[in-house]
């Protein structure tokens, strides 16, 4: 056996390289019936589901509990059985999703791994220790790659071209989801055109939009394999869903945060001193006078008439609060705080505060970022508050953290997403973004295509 230290192969580039997958060989619904959502997104209680929905779901290779060698049996019995069925030839496969209008677009196939040192897979997100020693106890169990990861990359070239020339056929395979996406894919194994694919990607980079965790341990798995003399092999791959971003990329959402045991009014007050305060919605509580950060002076018993609309004294509409802060939040950072009945717009934040409360030595695409500055500024600098999982909670759906801080006695705050670009240029900068910042969707489906490195 070599030592830890065994060097990986370094790729020359982005290269995605054609699979031969294993796929369920149904479609329609009794596809769908199959798949699941990503398995970090996934509770107990829709894991008890999916497990019920139908015998072949693949959350029974995903989330097997403790047990990481049944999902080996059960992978290899769906594989010898034909539940599963494997490609004979490597091809890599364009997958659309369509959601409410909404069509992002891509090509699934084995990415090369790198160090993101090398400037070719960037994250933009930290990793924990728990997640990777799960995936990696279960990707030694099943020796396979059971989802995809989620890769953006900045396109437009032959590679799209050859994309949007595939999709004007009949797709192979098409299945409508219980979350409304309509997945579709096509097969590509002509050689010449997987060289012009190749060609087309080998310059370029990707930043890893979801699947840090699964990044992690593709890495982990390859370094195992090579310490333990087994050389160059299907390790040094992962599977993963590449989108051009430029083209048909996803949507991108806010992740909120609710914070415990903070009072709106004492939350509203603290934020006055350094940022410009409007009330929105329901009862003037907080009371907060006009302040050096702007704060404006209100209209006693009607809250504020400001450019993004009256204040209410109905409790807080949370789809008319998102349209006012992302209103506000073209001039600059933005957040919205409620408790559910009360809410107030927070803009503005001075320039001593920023410059106290963000470090200097981080990038300035760092600094910029709306998460950066709720994080730093707001809840460590002016609420005084750890940044911590026990005291911030975060929530996919503006709805859910402002029932969450009013469960708690807290305060929600609304965030407006992260652009893309922002995203890419933090990644760029060799950092690391705020954990929870942004949202992608639609994600990939669990299911549709599944990698044995066997």
């Given amino acids: ?33 199959r798949t699941s ?6 509770d107990d209680a829709e894991r008890a589901s999916l497990w019920q929905r139908d015998e ?5 290779l995903i989330l097997p509990g403790d047990d990481y060698d049944s999902a080996d049996r059960l992978l290899r019995e769906w594989l010898d059985t034909g539940v599963l069925l494997r490609d004979e030839t490597a091809s890599l496969h364009v997958c659309e999703e369509e959601q409410d209008g909404h069509v992002q677009r891509g090509l699934i196939g084995a990415v090369a791994l790198a160090d993101p040192e090398a400037g070719i897979i960037l ?17 030694r169990a099943t020796r396979a790659n059971l989802e995809p990861i989620f890769l953006l990359y900045a396109g437009g070239g032959e590679t799209s071209r050859v994309v949007a020339e595939l999709v004007t056929t009949p797709a192979r395979v098409e299945t409508t989801t219980d979350d409304g996406v309509t997945h579709r894919l096509w097969t590509i194994d002509d050689p010449a055109v997987l060289a012009t694919v190749a060609a087309d990607l080998l310059p370029r980079h990707a930043v890893i939009a979801d699947g840090h965790h699964r990044y992690a341990t593709y890495r982990q798995y390859q370094a195992e394999r090579h310490a333990a003399g087994d050389g160059p092999g299907p390790w040094d791959f992962g599977l993963a869903f590449l989108v051009d971003a430029t083209v048909s990329g996803p949507r991108v959402h806010a992740i909120h945060r609710a914070v415990a045991g903070l009072r709106l009014d004492d939350a509203v007050r603290r934020a006055a001193a350094a940022f410009s305060v409007r009330h929105l919605a329901g009862p003037d509580t907080a009371r907060v006078e006009a302040s050096g ?9 009607i809250g504020i008439a400001t450019g993004i609309g009256r204040a209410s004294s109905a409790a807080v509409d949370p789809r008319r609060l998102l349209e006012m802060l992302a209103d506000a939040g073209r001039d600059g950072h933005a957040f919205a705080v409620t408790d559910g009945v ?38 460590v600098d002016v609420w005084g508050l750890a940044d911590t999982v026990e005291v911030v909670g975060y929530h996919h759906d503006a709805a859910a953290a402002i029932a969450a801080a009013a469960a708690g006695g807290g305060t929600a705050l609304l965030l407006n997403p992260t652009p893309v670009t922002d995203v890419t240029a933090v990644a760029e900068a060799g950092e690391r973004m705020p954990r929870k910042s942004t949202l992608f969707t639609p994600k990939p489906r669990t299911g549709l295509l599944l990698r044995p490195l066997d």
Avoid: C, K
């Fill in 37 to 42: 959502p990503p398995y970090d997104v996934i």
């Fill in 293 to 301: 950060a702007g704060a404006p002076v209100r209209t006693p018993g």
């Fill in 342 to 379: 009360s809410a107030y717009l927070l803009s503005e934040p001075s320039p001593e505060l920023l410059a106290r409360s963000l470090p200097a030595q981080r990038s300035a695409a760092f600094r910029r970022l709306d998460v950066t500055v709720a994080h730093l500024a707001l809840i």
């Fill in 123 to 139: 994250p933009h997100e930290n990793t924990m220790t728990g997640p990777v020693t799960d995936r990696l106890a279960l990707t």
């Fill in 1 to 33: 056996m070599e030592n830890a230290d065994t060097p990986v192969p370094v790729p020359a580039g982005l290269v995605l390289a054609p699979v031969r997958a294993a796929r369920f060989p149904v479609s329609g619904a009794a596809l769908a019936a």
């Fill in 56 to 60: 072949h779901n693949v959350v029974r």
